[in-house]
């Protein structure tokens, strides 16, 4: 019987993109775009995706009855955040004081404004385009990634952990932010592997053979 991989959707992100990659690097895994909460205790692991405001996606997943399937998938089998779906782990998120689900600590700021770069010109909010992650903590999902790869960011708030512990990758954007996060089962990335090529593909393939 095939290993079930759900990829949540909530009617928010680019949930093809995300499920077709997938499907390339783990070809004998079934990979389900669900909105059906049963789809994710059925699941082996679970990935939740998305872009877009923070209250939308909030509001999107209560309607659908998704947000206690999501918190137990969390608690129970592998799990990988995308952009929003890193931070709607956290708490308070400043994009419309929305809280989010609360299963880490820390809250969701957004990008300051009058941020500069190293050579003194003005950066863009949202932060849009490649940039470095530097590996913070060992962690098999980077197996095989070199330190300081390049992944593709689109967004204009970033999660700051109560627990520095929990950051796996910070990368540099006028300030330093976590730009991945783990905790036992739960890995989460602010930048969008389905759209970083070969890095990002070995990232989610190295998430289908993970066994936390």
Same mark, same amino acid.
């Given at each position: 019987? $095939?290993?079930?991989?759900?990829?949540?959707?909530?009617?928010? =992100?680019?949930?093809?993109?995300?499920?077709?990659?997938?499907?390339? %690097?783990?070809?004998?895994?079934?990979?389900? %775009?669900?909105?059906?909460?049963?789809?994710?205790?059925?699941?082996?692991?679970?990935? %939740?995706?998305?872009?877009?405001?923070?209250?939308?996606?909030?509001?999107?997943?209560?309607?659908?009855?998704? !947000?206690?399937?999501?918190?137990?998938a969390?608690?129970?089998?592998?799990?990988? =955040?995308?952009?929003?779906?890193? /931070?709607?782990?956290?708490?308070?998120?400043?994009?419309?004081?929305?809280?989010?689900? =609360?299963?880490?600590? =820390? !809250?969701? #700021? !957004?990008?300051?404004?009058?941020?500069?770069? #190293?050579?003194?010109?003005?950066l863009?909010?949202?932060?849009?385009?490649?940039?470095?992650?530097? /590996?913070?903590?060992?962690?098999?999902?980077?197996?095989?990634?070199?330190?300081?790869?390049?992944?593709?960011?689109?967004?204009?708030?970033?999660?700051a952990?109560?627990?520095?512990?929990?950051?796996?990758?910070?990368?540099?954007?006028?300030?330093?932010?976590?730009?991945?996060?783990?905790?036992?089962?739960?890995?989460?990335? /602010?930048f969008? #592997?389905? $759209?970083?090529?070969?890095?990002?593909? !070995?990232?989610?393939?190295?998430?289908?053979r993970? $066994?936390?």
């Open positions: 019987m $095939k290993e079930m991989i759900a990829v949540v959707d909530y009617g928010m =992100g680019n949930l093809r993109s995300v499920a077709k990659a997938l499907e390339h %690097v783990a070809p004998d895994a079934e990979v389900r %775009v669900t909105s059906v909460p049963a789809d994710l205790a059925k699941a082996a692991r679970v990935v %939740v995706p998305g872009q877009g405001a923070m209250p939308d996606c909030m509001r999107e997943l209560d309607s659908r009855g998704l !947000r206690e399937a999501v918190i137990h969390a608690a129970s089998k592998p799990f990988l =955040g995308i952009c929003v779906g890193l /931070q709607m782990l956290f708490g308070l998120a400043e994009e419309g004081n929305t809280h989010g689900l =609360g299963i880490l600590s =820390g !809250r969701v #700021p !957004r990008f300051p404004s009058g941020m500069t770069a #190293p050579d003194g010109s003005l863009k909010v949202p932060h849009m385009g490649w940039n470095e992650v530097r /590996q913070t903590n060992a962690h098999a999902l980077w197996q095989g990634l070199p330190d300081d790869t390049r992944f593709y960011f689109v967004h204009s708030y970033y999660v952990p109560d627990q520095a512990y929990l950051g796996a990758g910070l990368t540099s954007y006028g300030i330093d932010f976590a730009s991945a996060v783990v905790r036992d089962n739960i890995f989460a990335v /602010q969008h #592997p389905e $759209k970083s090529a070969d890095a990002g593909l !070995r990232l989610l393939q190295n998430f289908t993970w $066994k936390p």
